[in-house]
């Protein structure tokens, strides 16, 4: 089945505990990112992948960081969390931005930084 | 810069109810227009989308049509259900310099009540 995953789904964290949200996909997609939700806010990227060893800044990217060693994972990082961190992250992947294309979204990670 | 409007929610209907929700976009170019929709609890989806003026996607009794005219990509339906109910967002992919960008609307809130 075609789909992208997140772990873990939910997290409740404490402030400065480094984490990392794993995100992975099996369409060989070429372009993954990372959005946060908020209420009132939609969706905000925070980086995004167009290839493997390409990243590149979304609009919020203070306090995140990403990798893309391999096609399939694009982890997300938080290497000293704060409570304003505290959202609902979702991981996507497209073949591309081109066109039209389908973005296919995870389940989302709901995370709480106390 | 690149921009996608969202009516503001909750939008909160009877079933079986006409739906409208609005919106409209800023591009600079020829932008490639789609509606996801998140269920309770879910990733976001694909619901429809449309690639150039004057074409109408639709998908599970939803209908959107592409108006260059007005800049705009309203999302309808003709007789909503309980089911119907979730976040609605619009979106926009359109060409930069050098590479496709993707912007969100802010997402609206349907709320159906039998």
């Known amino acids: 089945e075609a789909q992208v995953t997140q772990n873990p789904r939910y997290l409740i964290t404490v402030t400065g505990k480094k984490l990392t949200v794993t995100c992975s996909q099996n369409?060989?997609?070429?372009?993954m990112s990372w959005y946060r939700q908020d209420p009132g806010l939609g969706l905000r990227q925070i980086y995004y992948s167009m290839n493997v060893e390409v990243t590149d800044k979304g609009d919020v990217p203070e306090g995140y960081k990403v990798s893309r060693k391999e096609k399939r994972n694009f982890p997300l990082i938080l290497e000293s969390p704060s409570p304003n961190q505290t959202s609902l992250y979702f991981c996507?992947?497209?073949?591309?931005?081109?066109?039209?294309?389908?973005?296919?979204f995870g389940p989302g990670t709901r995370l709480t930084v106390l | 810069g690149n921009s996608v409007t969202q009516m503001e929610g909750p939008v909160t209907l009877s079933e079986e109810a006409f739906l409208t929700i609005n919106c409209t976009y800023t591009?600079?170019?020829?932008?490639?227009l789609f509606w996801y929709v998140q269920y309770p609890g879910e990733g976001l989806q694909l619901l429809l989308k449309?690639?150039?003026a004057d074409d109408k996607g639709s998908n599970k009794g939803f209908e959107a049509t592409y108006r260059k005219e007005t800049t705009s990509f309203h999302l309808e339906k003709g007789s909503v259900q309980v089911s119907d109910s979730a976040v609605y967002f619009c979106?926009?992919?359109?060409?930069?310099?050098?590479?496709?960008?993707?912007?969100w609307g802010a997402g609206t809130k349907l709320i159906i009540k039998p």
């Open positions: 591009a600079t170019g020829y932008p490639s």
């Open positions: 996507a992947s497209s073949l591309s931005l081109a066109g039209g294309i389908e973005q296919f």
């Open positions: 979106a926009l992919s359109d060409r930069t310099d050098s590479n496709y960008q993707l912007i």
């Open positions: 449309a690639t150039k």
């Open positions: 369409m060989n997609h070429e372009y």
